[in-house]
Structures are given as C-alpha cells and as structure tokens.
C-alpha cells in the first residue's frame, strides 16, 4: 500500500467526485469533540470503514464511486450502485458472527444444510435429544436394533413401561417374560416357572394357594356340618405314626385358614364301650379341605399318643358345630371281621398257593375271587381292607413285569395298586407311590366317592375318585413275567356304612 499523504480535516466528507487521492481526512462535526479518519488510497479507493445515516457501510453507499477493480469493470459493474444490488442479495443471506451465549428456549432455531447446500431453519431443542435425556415420541419406521449385546443398568432406580394394551383375552399372547441371575432377559412359555412355584411356599402358603384355587361354585360351607360316615371307622393305636380319618357328609367345605373353623375330637366310651361322665376332648391342629369333593374333610393324628376308646368327632365353622358323628373305634390292635369260605378264586392262570383269604402268585399268573362285593354292598356304603406283600425285585436285567392288586368288577375298572418299575416299586393305581413293600389297603365307597387308602412305611396316602360303576367287585391280583420274589394278598375284611 502506498505512503498516505497530507492530512486534511473537515466537517463532512467530500463526495467521491471531489475527493483528494493519496490523503487523509479528518471527519468532525461542528462542534463535536471526536472526528474519525478515512483514507484515500493513489486510486482513490476509500480504505476505512464508514458508515451513512449510521447504518450503510460508506463504500457500499450508491453514491460512493470507486470501482476500479479490473474483475469487476470486466462483468460490466462500473458503479457500486451496480455492485451493491449483488452484494445486498448475498448479505441477506448471511449470519453474523455469534458472540452471544444462548440457549434452546431464547434461541430456538439452528441451521440445517442438505445435500445440495440448501440450508433450512430446524428446531434447536431437537439437538443433541436421545433415549436418555429426553422425552421422546417414535414415527413411523423408527426403531432400536442392537448391533451387539447391550445392557441397561437401571443403578437402582425404577425402570417402567407403561401404556401397554390389555391382552389377557388374546390367547396368542401365550409368553412371559424372564430373567436370570445375571440380567439377561428372554423369553418363556411359563411352564417350568409355574411347576416350581410351590417349591418357594411354605405350608402354610401352600394351604393359602390351594383354597384360593377353589371353583367359583365351591363357596365355603355356610351351613351346619354333617358328618355321616368316617373312613377309616377304627384306627389301631399301637402304630407310631400319623394316621389319617376321611370324614364324609354335608358342608364341610370350611375355610381352614381362618380360625373359624376347627376341629375337635371327643373319648366318649372307654375301650370296652362303658360312656365316660366328661368326654375327653382334644384339638386338632391340621385338616385339609377338599376341592374337588367339597363335601369332604380329612384331618391326622399320632394316635398312639391317645387313650383307647370310643371317639366322635365335631367340625365347628362360622360358629357351628354338628350334633354328633359316627363313632370311632381306637384300640391297640383291630379284629376284623373275615370274609371265610372264599378258597375257591376263580379264573386262575399260573402258579398260585391259596390258603383261605390268602394269596401267592408266582410270575405269569392271574387270580380273583367270586363277587364278594355285592349291589346292595354299594348302595349301602362298604369299606374292604387288605395286606400286600410285596417282595418283587429286578434279577441282573431281568426287570420285574407288571403287576395289579384290589378290586375289580366285570366293567374292567380297577382300584387298588400297581408297579410303578421295573425294580419292583409300586403306587397307589394312577396315584402316590409307596416306600414300603409291606402295605394295609383299605378300599371304600360311600355316596358316590371312592378312598383308596394305603398305610405305608408309617404314612397314610389316600386317593379319591368320583367315578364307581354300580357292578359288583371281586379281589383281583396278577403279575406279569421278569423279576424274582412273590406277590402276596391277605384279604382282611368288609365293613358296610348302612
């Protein structure tokens, strides 16, 4: 740049046509205690920023002539009149520099710029937004897909999702969701979580489940209980171990988890039938309610640790008790009355050695007696009893067959008990399997419900079914081939409710 000449001051700035070149002027208004410079290069080119009307840039004033440019004179542009009608254009267009801290709320627009360089105005608020600051609302197509494994630790905080449809009426919604120790979620059909949920209940949230699981049509009793027949009727005191009664009658489906309802159990006679002045009561602490057969109510007691007598037995719910109950016989050994004269078993096949009521079958052999179980039996309500000696085993690889004991009639429809494997263990038929090879079996019927009771290894297991054929029923025992060891029966005897 050129060394700037002389100096001169005025009170306003000569117009481009009387303007000095190569000079300085000096601007001061009348009066005013500043004054600002301008320069004036060789070409006459003002090289300072001023401004007209305090708001045009001076060298962009239409007035200002001082193209000189070869560029510019070459496209036609002799005038800054000319050169501003471009210049304005671009300068619309153009943002400041921004010397100002703002924030999304004062300043709510950014500048977006698409592929062609066409810029557009988007909403500031929207920068820097993601699933974890932000509240979000999805459009269409949108969507997370992982791309590796990914984890959410919530560092205790609560993690919902809410809003979710209702679907419990929709049957192809048929999972659940999962979890395991380490946090990984999946999926499952329910099933094993299901089957192992009572293994987390207590007993007592055992009962509490299982009366909840009642019919909607099995309302707890209201009325007063009845009790019509007690199974079994008597009970031997002389075995160590929890025995159990099944009491049969009307509204004696009692909420027994509440302590409205209770049972106690009364000595009336002595042992030799002679009636006490003050019957002995006693409490029972653990009875089960009956789903399926509402009309039912089984309790256990160690009857070794009670006197021997005659008992009757009184439910008490919502403040009622029944007058009285069938009696029941404890004693220290029971003398049955046999059945006698039944050596004659009928349909025989192998080998068997029969001794009146008692019965050994080899493998491969079938017997059963007459019908010793007659119409007028069922209708009246009858209880049979029998023993089983079991002393099957698999030999090497010569695993014991099937085997089948109990009653029977022409129906084909069994009750009693049958191999469980090849190793000679064995169950209640379609029922509990029994620890113990040495067994008592007590089979009866009243008022449309069958008991399967079998005394086992000191436990009681019992089985109730509510389907019985009004046929007459036999004794029936077989077994199949394989094993080593006897089967053996000894029918004990029957005993009719009515």
Do not use: C
């Given at each position: 740049m050129p060394i700037i000449g002389k100096i001169i001051r005025v009170n306003t700035l000569p117009t481009i046509d009387k303007r000095e070149s190569n000079v300085i002027y000096q601007v001061a208004a009348p009066g005013s205690p500043t004054y600002t410079d301008y320069a004036v290069d060789e070409n006459g080119d003002l090289k300072t920023h001023a401004v007209v009307d305090g708001t045009i840039p001076l060298e962009l004033a239409d007035s200002n002539i001082s193209i000189s440019d070869t560029d510019l004179l070459s496209e036609g542009i002799l005038s800054q009149a000319q050169y501003n009608v471009s210049t304005r254009e671009k300068l619309d267009r153009k943002l400041e520099i921004p010397l100002t801290e703002g924030n999304a709320q004062d300043y709510p627009k950014i500048i977006g710029?698409?592929?062609?360089?066409?810029?557009?105005?988007?909403?500031?608020?929207?920068?820097?937004?993601?699933?974890?600051?932000?509240?979000?609302?999805?459009?269409?197509?949108?969507?997370?897909?992982?791309?590796?494994?990914?984890?959410?630790?919530?560092?205790?905080?609560?993690?919902?999702?809410?809003?979710?449809?209702d679907k419990s009426a929709d049957t192809t919604f048929n999972r659940m969701m999962v979890q395991n120790p380490s946090g990984q979620l999946s999926w499952s059909n329910g099933k094993n979580m299901i089957s192992n949920y009572p293994l987390l209940l207590t007993d007592a949230e055992k009962t509490t489940w299982r009366n909840r699981m009642k019919l909607s049509t099995e309302n707890y009793s209201t009325g007063t209980p009845r009790i019509d027949v007690l199974l079994l009727p008597f009970i031997d005191n002389s075995k160590n171990f929890i025995q159990y009664t099944t009491l049969v009658g009307l509204n004696l489906f009692v909420d027994n988890v509440s302590s409205n309802a209770y049972i106690k159990v009364k000595r009336v006679k002595d042992i030799n039938g002679v009636n006490l002045a003050v019957p002995e009561e006693y409490s029972v602490d653990n009875f089960t309610v009956m789903q399926?057969?509402?009309?039912?109510?089984?309790?256990?007691?160690?009857?070794?640790?009670?006197?021997?007598?005659?008992?009757?037995?009184?439910?008490?719910?919502?403040?009622?008790?029944?007058p009285s109950s069938p009696e029941l016989i404890v004693k220290a050994g029971l003398t049955y009355s046999k059945f006698t004269g039944i050596a004659n078993w009928t349909s025989v096949t192998g080998n068997s050695t029969i001794t009146d009521t008692s019965i050994s079958i080899g493998q491969g052999s079938t017997a059963q007696t007459d019908n010793l179980i007659s119409i007028s039996d069922i209708n009246a309500g009858f209880m049979v009893s029998f023993t089983v000696n079991n002393s099957q085993s698999n030999y090497g690889a010569n695993f014991v067959g099937s085997f089948y004991g109990g009653i029977r009639g022409d129906d084909g429809v069994f009750y009693g008990f049958s191999n469980y494997g090849g190793d000679g263990s064995w169950i209640i038929y379609q029922g509990n399997l029994l620890p113990n090879r040495n067994e008592t079996f007590h089979i009866a019927y009243y008022n449309g419900v069958v008991y399967v009771i079998a005394e086992s290894n000191g436990v009681t297991y019992q089985q109730f079914n509510s389907t019985f054929n009004l046929q007459p029923r036999r004794f029936y025992l077989s077994?199949?081939?394989?094993?080593?060891?006897?089967?053996?029966?000894?029918?004990?005897?029957?005993?009719?409710?009515s």
């Open positions: 710029v698409n592929n062609n360089g066409e810029v557009a105005k988007l909403p500031a608020g929207d920068l820097g937004k993601n699933i974890a600051n932000s509240s979000l609302t999805t459009v269409a197509g949108s969507g997370l897909t992982l791309g590796a494994n990914w984890t959410l630790n919530t560092s205790g905080f609560y993690y919902s999702v809410t809003g979710l449809s399926n057969f509402p009309n039912n109510l089984n309790f256990g007691i160690n009857w070794s640790t009670k006197p021997q007598g005659y008992y009757k037995v009184f439910v008490t719910h919502n403040g009622l008790t029944n077994r199949g081939s394989g094993g080593q060891g006897s089967l053996t029966m000894n029918i004990l005897g029957k005993i009719l409710f």
